[in-house]
């Protein structure tokens, strides 16, 4: 390796990130990496797929998702006949069968199936750590967000300066992406559909998060007991079980639940008394 690859291959192991994004928050150690991260918020995606149109914006996403449709698995599952292209993702897989944890915390024990499960954990035990989910709080509502840019396109909904609005409903959503997800939910149209079943869905989430039924993925781990889940949404829930909190109350008789289902079954004890 020459001395000026070597020092570009350097830069992967320092903790300096000077390439900030002027639009949000997030830093790169690369210029490289800050230019392809930018077509987030351009919506630029260049690399589109010759079979069915899906476009990205990375290549490498690209050639990944051109191999589900030839089928090029490396890797099958014995078990339930999955298939992957990475030996990684492979062999992580296999763990969702036997039950091994083979990642585990140095600082206090806790064990996980995934690597990036114990990285995301291990940041957990710095005392400056801030949960990314708590970084960005609307003025307005007080909801939280991962990142800068995602709180101000939503806070456009409360102002009205939203110019993502559907034309059949009239509804403001944050962004272009937000907007065709959501007329689907008019026209009817699904077009992510499941290879393994064959069941349809409005957006690429909900298949993703759908086709853990059948890979048995649980990538949202509990910090406090362990306990794994395949969305994030049910991991907030449940994590309200360790810290007592009760966001949804009853306005008839005060009394507070975890998760606003559980409030709307609770209000039907009340109906007889209106």
Known sequence: MSKGALTVHM???????????????RTFKRAFELKSHKK????????????????????????????????????????????????????EHKTIHTGEKPYQCDICGLAYRYRYRLMLHKKTHDPNFVPPAKKHECDICKKRFARKQVMLLHLKSHTGESQFVCDICGKNVASKAS???????????????????????????????????????????????????TQRSTLVVHTRSHTGQRPYMCHVCQKGF???????THQKNHEHMF
């Open 11 to 25: 830069v992967i192991h320092s903790k300096e990130r000077p390439f900030p994004c002027d639009i949000c928050d």
């Open 40 to 91: 987030i918020h351009t919506g630029e995606k260049n690399h589109v797929c010759d079979i069915c149109g899906y476009s990205c914006i990375q290549r490498a996403n690209l050639v990944n998702h051109r191999k589900r449709h030839l089928s090029e698995y490396k890797y099958k599952c014995e078990v339930c006949n999955t298939g992957f292209y990475t030996k990684t993702t492979f062999q």
């Open 179 to 229: 907007l065709m997800v959501h007329v689907r939910t008019h026209t009817g149209e699904k077009p992510n559909v499941c290879d393994v079943c064959g069941k349809a869905f409005i957006s690429r989430n909900y298949l993703r998060v759908h086709q853990r039924t059948h890979t048995g993925e649980k990538p949202h781990t509990c910090d406090q007991c362990g306990k794994s889940f």
């Open 258 to 264: 975890v998760a606003r289902t559980l409030l709307v």
